[in-house]
């Protein structure tokens, strides 16, 4: 299998997580995002949206983080994704939150993260700023309450996991404060504790040198 992807993206890492994390052999096509190669003709003829992920697995093309995972899970027959009906619902449910309400501010202030200090063009947007940190704090609010004793947030580890970390691993280069929200900040350290992470992490790092 082929994956296009971008390592300093929040929605490959998890990707990247999950097929270390069960051992899948991938091969990685490096689509560097920041210079719009994204939008070259050979790349959206892959995929008409122009954003990364991107998986080809024979002659079956798949974009959208979130089915990747899934389906990377399921071709795996790996417990990240339960076959019970409500405990699958459980971890599609956080999926979907997490692309509908949490990874969109971290994104808006990762943003304008990377204008300033990565790209160098120009100065970050402060409105912008404080909309996404407001945004991220309700809504790491609303997770902190959800894990409850929980050590992951569908109760096992799963898919989900992996997703909601790989977002909230911008939050440290990016002015996001995860302490106050103590559960969130315990489960955080439980997943990024996980080999997969860490290799997917030091990936982000060598991709930005």
Request: hydrophobic letters at 45%; glycine letters at 4%.
């Amino acid at each position: 299998m082929k994956l296009y992807d971008f390592p300093f993206s929040p929605f490959c890492r998890p990707v990247r997580a999950v097929a270390y994390e069960l051992g899948i052999e991938l091969e990685y096509v490096y689509v560097n995002a920041f210079k719009k190669e994204t939008r070259t003709p050979s790349f959206l003829a892959i995929n008409p949206n122009g954003h990364i992920p991107v998986l080809v697995d024979g002659d079956f093309v798949l974009w959208e983080s979130c089915a990747i995972l899934t389906y990377l899970a399921a071709k795996d027959r790996s417990p990240l994704l339960p076959t019970n009906l409500r405990e699958r619902a459980d971890v599609e449910r956080w999926l979907a939150w997490h692309v509908a309400h949490l990874a969109p501010p971290i994104r808006k202030v990762a943003r304008e993260y990377v204008i300033q200090n990565v790209l160098k063009r120009g100065e970050a947007n402060g409105e912008k700023i404080a909309e996404g940190t407001a945004d991220f704090q309700t809504y790491s609010a609303v997770l902190d309450a959800s894990l409850g004793t929980k050590e992951y947030v569908a109760g096992r580890l799963s898919i989900a996991d992996f997703a909601l970390a790989s977002s909230y691993s911008l939050a440290p280069s990016s002015g996001l404060d995860v302490t106050p929200f103590p559960r969130v900040n315990a489960w955080l350290d439980r997943v990024l504790a996980r080999d997969s992470m860490k290799r997917t992490l030091a990936d982000v790092q060598a991709s930005l040198h």
